[in-house]
């Protein structure tokens, strides 16, 4: 009997020994550890920063959880920056906007009113200084919409809504530059939907931006290549080439604040974005966002509302009405179908049967 009440004795004291140090290297630890995730949730992000304690794995899942808090702060820190950025760029565009519309537009339409009040008391005694004043009045008038539609193109490119993605980027290249731009188009060209259009200019606006006021580069190229799943945008230039960083949370500490605003237009569609530099070789920027292919008309039709000419793979959007699928040039006449489709339905029927 000496022997087995020895060994329940022995067993009762390893059973004792391996509870308390469980308690003491993991319970204990793991306890504290759960203490300070708890703090953190409620803001405290360097609570994490004292050791538990306890077996080395629980000190690795402290420090792999205050690197993930480093990885949000991180963020947090370049989310503020950017957008700090944002709204002084916000408030810059807004001023330059207002200034532009103060010093030029209202001014132009001051000086009409005062030159059509003039001309209206010169008719009748002199008919020919007045026909002179009224083509003079024109040209101001020419000049206030030339202003008005260069303000308009800044803040949204009406190419961009009714003839499509390449060519808004086509009148991108046209504006005077010092640069030489051009556009390439690989596959079958097709509209797509307005947010997609949109990013994609935006993104290449952007980097045709950094390309002449960052790089001074002379050559750049804009393609665009056409997939039945996806939209590829590549934007080179010849410029003078940067270090990019190898994380783009990084890009707002840069100063690459353009660079950021693409990345995140590119991430809100899902897409990818690489980047490519060398000194004084030039950079690369390659985007591609899926975008399947949407339902596109086989033959040529013609938009119920305007009545234009859509060749295949040309629509912007179609919409399904009785069975029948009509087909937009643009996102104004898809919403007016939308808003009365019968308007345009019987129009349209009326149309076929004259012809």
């Known amino acids: 009997m000496t022997e087995p009440l020895w060994l329940c004795a022995f067993l009762l004291v390893m059973l004792f020994v391996v509870n308390t140090w469980l308690i003491w290297r993991v319970l204990g630890p793991l306890h504290r550890l759960a203490g300070q995730a708890e703090r953190l949730t409620q803001g405290d992000l360097v609570s994490l920063e004292l050791t538990c304690g306890g077996i080395s794995e629980i000190d690795a899942l402290r420090r792999s959880m205050m690197a993930m808090v480093g990885h949000v702060r991180r963020s947090q820190e370049q989310s503020h920056l950017y957008a700090g950025v944002l709204t002084n760029g916000q408030e810059a565009e807004r001023t330059r906007i207002a200034r532009e519309l103060h010093d030029e537009t209202v001014q132009l339409f001051i000086a009409i009113a005062q030159e059509t ?57 046209e504006n005077p530059s010092h640069a030489t731009i051009n556009v390439e188009v690989e596959g079958v060209e097709r509209r797509l939907k307005e947010k997609y259009e949109l990013a994609l200019f935006r993104c290449a606006q952007e980097a045709v931006n950094n390309a002449q006021h960052h790089s001074t580069a002379n050559d750049i190229l804009i393609k665009v290549t056409y997939q039945p799943d996806q939209i590829l945008l590549t934007v080179e230039d010849n410029g003078t080439g940067f270090s990019v960083p190898s994380d783009f949370s990084c890009l707002a500490s840069k100063g690459h604040y353009g660079l950021l605003g693409i990345h995140e237009r590119v991430q809100s569609l899902n897409g990818t974005l690489q980047m490519s530099s060398r000194q004084n070789t030039g950079t690369q920027l390659k985007i591609a966002i899926p975008c399947l292919e949407e339902d596109q008309p086989e033959n040529t039709v013609h938009d119920p509302v305007c009545n234009a000419v859509i060749k295949p793979h040309q629509a ?36 076929v049967q004259e012809n």
């Open 117 to 173: 009040d003039l001309t209206r008391s010169l008719v009748e005694k002199h008919p020919t200084k007045a026909i002179e004043m009224l083509k003079t009045i024109r040209n101001q008038a020419t000049d206030a919409v030339d202003n008005l539609r260069h303000l308009i193109a800044d803040l949204r490119p009406p190419a961009l809504e009714e003839l499509g993605l390449v060519a808004a980027l086509k009148m991108l290249a």
């Open 316 to 351: 912007y959007a179609h919409v399904q009405y009785k069975g029948k699928s009509f087909y937009f040039c643009c996102p104004v006449c898809q919403g007016a179908f939308q808003k009365n489709p019968t308007i345009y339905v019987q129009s349209g029927e009326q149309l």
